[in-house]
């Protein structure tokens, strides 16, 4: 069964195919960093246009690597949501569009189990049940997944997700955007000694995050500094940047060790854009070591969104239920869906 995947919630176009045989066939992405770059952020209008014009190109692209004709694409899956409510619409309207045309069945999926399921992908894959720490821009929650569908949230963010407060923390050193991965770079050269920033609710005995006071504690370094911004120096600017990263690793590798501990479960799956952390990724290699459990993660080109993991996750649920895909064409989307309230498949 091939199941082609469209992926179009915020900033990335994205569309793949995936046969439930010989696994992912081809994928093609745009991203619109560049566009929204000057803007300091996504502006919804703009990206909705930009998938417009992206998505039937990319479709061809994917094609074409795949050597697959349209009419041999037995499903069409897409993000029905979360997400920017147009850039939903354009996603599924070229689903549906599709799955009437060719006369296939279309299915929506959630955008964030399509990210739960991405280190699935990957050559050395978990098996199920495991804790997932799901690390984006949008959502920060640690969850116990048990099999597709099947999942329980454990603890979330109660304000700024992990992604968030990294690009808001980079803003305020002016690093531009997309922040994170730069403030990650420029963290590399810091002193991990010369700020000590707050690790907030690291002993709140639960598993749930709160990153705004820490973006509040850069300000506040940043503003105390006399001439503020312009009087900081680039190693200063480091320093700052080492002090962040490393309260924010520090918190989110204590909260996974704290959820496999008390589940007993010894497989951990990292999911989500921040996922490409390098210092994350070290931070929980070095625990996973000492605590003997395995992390497992997406390949680097399948940590942002994209729309091979749509296409996985779809193929999934339609191997499990081969009557989740529907020909009814309406364009549906769910802007706001809570990840609870998906069906197992």
């Known amino acids: ?18 046969d439930t045989e010989r696994g992912l066939l081809s ?29 039937l190109p990319l479709l061809e692209q994917a094609l074409n690597k ?7 694409i037995d499903a069409i899956a897409y993000t029905q949501g979360p997400g920017l409510a147009g850039a939903l619409l354009v996603g599924s ?3 549906c569009s599709l799955g009437l045309a060719l006369d296939k069945p279309v299915l929506g999926v959630h955008h964030l189990e399509g990210h739960l399921l991405s280190p699935l992908l990957a050559s050395e894959r978990p098996e199920f049940p495991f804790i997932a720490l799901l690390v984006s821009g949008g959502h920060t929650q640690l969850m116990r997944v048990d099999g597709v569908g099947r999942y329980t949230l454990l603890g979330e963010t109660l304000d700024d997700a992990a992604g968030e407060a990294f690009d808001k923390s980079a803003k305020l050193l ?6 994170g991965p730069a403030i990650s770079r420029l963290a590399e050269f810091g002193d991990p000694d010369a700020y000590k920033l707050p690790r907030p609710m690291l002993h709140s005995k639960d598993f749930n995050f709160s990153f705004s006071g820490l973006k509040t504690a850069v300000l506040t370094v940043v503003k105390n500094r006399e001439g503020g911004m312009a ?8 320093n700052i940047a080492r002090g962040f990263v490393d309260a924010i690793v520090d918190v989110l590798t204590a909260k996974c060790v704290s959820a496999l501990k008390h589940t007993g479960l010894k497989r951990l799956v990292i999911a989500g854009g921040v996922g490409a952390n390098r210092q994350l990724r070290a931070s929980l290699d070095a625990a996973a070591a000492k605590k003997k459990f395995k992390v497992y993660y997406p390949e680097l080109e399948f940590c942002t969104d994209n729309g091979a993991m749509i296409a996985f996750a779809g193929a999934l649920r339609l191997q499990l239920n081969p009557d989740a895909a529907q020909r009814d064409y309406g364009f549906n989307v769910r802007p706001r869906w809570p990840l609870d309230e998906i069906e197992a498949a």
């Open 1 to 18: 069964m091939i199941v082609l995947g469209v992926e179009s919630s915020c900033d990335e176009t994205g569309l793949a195919l995936y």
């Open 231 to 238: 009087n900081i120096c680039e190693q200063d600017k480091a």
């Open 93 to 95: 309207s070229v689903a």
């Open 27 to 55: 994928h093609a992405l745009h991203s619109q960093v560049a566009m929204h770059e000057e803007y300091g952020g996504v502006v919804p209008e703009l990206a909705s246009r930009d998938h417009i014009r992206r998505a």
């Open 174 to 179: 002016g690093l531009g955007y997309p922040g």
């Open 66 to 72: 795949a050597g697959v004709a349209k009419q041999d």
